[in-house]
């Protein structure tokens, strides 16, 4: 069998966390066995429905680099085979027309709630004769479902799990307007387009019943069902906006890589041994449906950082260069030419290091392209030039520009001499040499730095130097 997957997202937000989770997961699926992954948008809800969110998940699959097979389908292009559906089931004699009306049902719900039961619809319409039909009511189409009996999922993540067939209420196919609803369009739809698993978050469980009825009504071949639990806090609440359920692009803007970010989806919820890198080539590899645990995973933003920074040191600088650089376009207010794109790209090995986001990252860089100005704005730094700090720069400065070569052994040799003839330890001579190199006092090695600047640049930076 080869295996077929799909995303179904609702394009009535973004692109959330756990509906990324579960597009990443099918991805895997079918991309281990060498299947099929495809994306179908279910747009039926017209009202609900935007194309701002449409382009939302598509940015925010493209970005996490959750390519998916051919072009994507859009649920509401296939509502005359959802209503040939239907109008099958009407004629074998698995569905009928309900002319029930709102009213009636607002009443049945109160009163089974009262009667302390299931607000289910009470099968009125099953076996009655459409010549009862009250003028002027457009009928909804209901499955026809079985009253005796259970319903059986052998769920690939939860076990077997059995229904009683008189706790599903005969499902409304399609509404008084014509309009198929949500339930019925999903199983037409996995079927036509040969969805051999099907794997979604433990919410849509209860669905999975009532969609396996629909499908033994067709006669249709059902899918393997694969429910995974849901991703909470870590507080062991429901995922709110407070904890991190925010649109993927948010991630992204918030200077998260897509391999990161997918090596982190990946462990909520899922394990090989004690692995935590994992890399997109591997997860392909090990990924199974098996290893998906039953209890909901916890959102940890400090995992998620320290991860990226783990991405963010073994990603290509050039590439690193080329993703910060609006943000230090925008940030200075100048456009960065190729002459400072050059300077960065030397730079970011050190820079990297310490970074666990890009906006980190963009910022820490920002020394390269801009030297201090003085009164400096950070209190560490001004602190170190304060007293003989100024003075040490100034001299230390004077010894550079007799060097004959201007890289980092050589500067480094030039600021121990120099520590060891006044008996200083290293620090007190290179902090002071960092806060006026950067006006910070955190950065890569500051003989790197100096490398990077060049002779000119270091050297009118130093000679610059105010004490405060």
Same mark, same amino acid.
């Given at each position: 069998? /080869?295996?077929?997957?799909?995303?179904?997202?609702?394009?009535?937000?973004?692109?959330?966390?756990?509906?990324?989770?579960?597009?990443?997961?099918?991805?895997?699926?079918?991309?281990?066995?060498?299947?099929?992954?495809?994306?179908?948008?279910?747009?039926?809800?017209?009202?609900?429905?935007?194309?701002?969110?449409?382009?939302?998940?598509?940015?925010?699959?493209?970005?996490?680099?959750?390519?998916?097979?051919?072009?994507?389908?859009?649920?509401?292009?296939?509502?005359?085979?959802?209503?040939?559906?239907?109008?099958?089931?009407?004629?074998?004699?698995?569905?009928?027309?309900?002319?029930?009306?709102?009213?009636?049902?607002?009443?049945?719900?109160?009163?089974?709630?009262?009667?302390?039961?299931?607000?289910?619809?009470?099968?009125?319409?099953?076996?009655?004769?459409?010549?009862?039909?009250?003028?002027?009511?457009?009928?909804?189409?209901?499955?026809?479902?079985?009253?005796?009996?259970?319903?059986? #999922?052998?769920?690939?993540?939860?076990?077997?799990?059995?229904?009683?067939?008189?706790?599903?209420?005969?499902?409304?196919?399609?509404?008084?307007?014509?309009?198929?609803?949500?339930?019925?369009?999903?199983?037409?739809?996995?079927?036509?387009?040969?969805?051999?698993?099907?794997?979604?978050?433990?919410?849509?469980?209860?669905?999975?019943?009532?969609?396996?009825?629909?499908?033994?009504?067709?006669?249709?071949?059902?899918?393997?069902?694969?429910?995974?639990?849901?991703?909470?806090?870590?507080?062991?609440?429901?995922?709110?906006?407070?904890?991190?359920?925010?649109?993927?692009?948010?991630?992204?803007?918030?200077?998260?890589?897509?391999?990161?970010?997918?090596?982190?989806?990946?462990?909520?919820?899922?394990?090989?041994?004690?692995?935590? #890198?994992?890399?997109?080539?591997?997860?392909?590899?090990?990924?199974?449906?098996?290893?998906?645990?039953?209890?909901?995973?916890?959102?940890?933003?400090?995992?998620?950082?320290?991860?990226?920074?783990?991405?963010?040191?073994?990603?290509?600088?050039?590439?690193?260069?080329?993703?910060?650089?609006?943000?230090?376009?925008?940030?200075?207010?100048?456009?960065?030419?190729?002459?400072?794109?050059?300077?960065?790209?030397?730079?970011?090995?050190?820079?990297?290091?310490?970074?666990?986001?890009?906006?980190?990252?963009?910022? /820490?860089?920002?020394?390269?392209?801009?030297?201090?100005?003085?009164?400096?704005?950070?209190?560490?730094?001004?602190?170190?030039?304060?007293?003989?700090?100024?003075?040490?720069?100034?001299?230390?400065?004077?010894?550079?520009?007799?060097?004959?070569?201007?890289?980092?052994?050589?500067?480094?040799?030039?600021?121990?001499?120099?520590?060891?003839?006044?008996?200083?330890?290293?620090?007190?001579?290179?902090?002071?040499?960092?806060?006026?190199?950067?006006?910070?006092?955190?950065?890569?090695?500051?003989?790197?730095?100096?490398?990077?600047?060049?002779?000119?640049?270091?050297?009118?930076?130093?000679?610059?130097?105010?004490?405060?």
């Amino acid at each position: 069998m /080869s295996v077929v997957t799909r995303f179904a997202p609702s394009p009535t937000g973004y692109l959330h966390i756990g509906g990324a989770r579960t597009a990443l997961f099918n991805w895997l699926f079918a991309r281990h066995h060498g299947g099929r992954y495809l994306l179908r948008i279910e747009d039926t809800d017209r009202e609900r429905s935007t194309p701002e969110a449409i382009q939302a998940i598509l940015d925010g699959l493209r970005w996490l680099e959750l390519d998916w097979d051919g072009p994507e389908i859009y649920q509401s292009a296939n509502q005359g085979r959802h209503a040939a559906v239907v109008a099958e089931l009407l004629e074998k004699g698995l569905a009928y027309r309900c002319y029930t009306t709102p009213e009636e049902l607002t009443e049945m719900r109160e009163k089974a709630r009262a009667e302390g039961r299931p607000p289910r619809y009470d099968g009125r319409w099953r076996d009655r004769d459409p010549s009862e039909a009250p003028a002027g009511v457009k009928p909804a189409i209901r499955l026809k479902a079985p009253q005796e009996g259970e319903t059986v #999922i052998r769920d690939l993540v939860q076990g077997e799990v059995r229904i009683g067939n008189d706790q599903l209420d005969d499902m409304v196919l399609m509404r008084g307007d014509g309009t198929p609803t949500y339930m019925h369009s999903v199983v037409v739809d996995d079927h036509d387009m040969g969805i051999t698993h099907i794997v979604r978050g433990v919410d849509h469980l209860t669905n999975a019943a009532r969609q396996t009825v629909l499908y033994q009504a067709m006669g249709w071949e059902i899918p393997e069902f694969a429910h995974v639990p849901l991703i909470h806090g870590p507080d062991g609440a429901k995922l709110s906006k407070r904890h991190g359920a925010l649109g993927v692009e948010a991630y992204r803007d918030m200077g998260y890589l897509p391999e990161a970010m997918r090596n982190y989806l990946l462990r909520l919820g899922w394990s090989h041994g004690d692995e935590e #890198i994992i890399s997109t080539e591997q997860a392909i590899e090990w990924f199974n449906l098996e290893a998906i645990g039953r209890s909901p995973a916890r959102f940890d933003f400090a995992k998620l950082e320290n991860l990226n920074g783990t991405y963010i040191r073994e990603a290509d600088d050039t590439r690193l260069v080329d993703l910060i650089l609006p943000r230090v376009s925008e940030t200075l207010g100048l456009e960065v030419d190729e002459d400072c794109r050059d300077i960065l790209i030397a730079g970011m090995n050190g820079l990297k290091q310490r970074a666990k986001t890009l906006l980190e990252l963009a910022d /820490s860089a920002l020394f390269y392209l801009h030297p201090p100005t003085y009164p400096l704005t950070i209190e560490k730094a001004a602190k170190l030039l304060a007293g003989d700090g100024a003075t040490i720069v100034l001299d230390v400065a004077a010894k550079f520009s007799e060097l004959d070569q201007w890289e980092a052994g050589a500067l480094e040799e030039s600021v121990r001499t120099y520590a060891e003839s006044r008996e200083l330890g290293l620090g007190k001579v290179a902090q002071p040499l960092r806060a006026a190199l950067t006006g910070s006092n955190i950065s890569p090695g500051i003989f790197e730095i100096m490398e990077v600047l060049g002779r000119d640049e270091s050297l009118a930076r130093l000679n610059a130097v105010q004490s405060d």
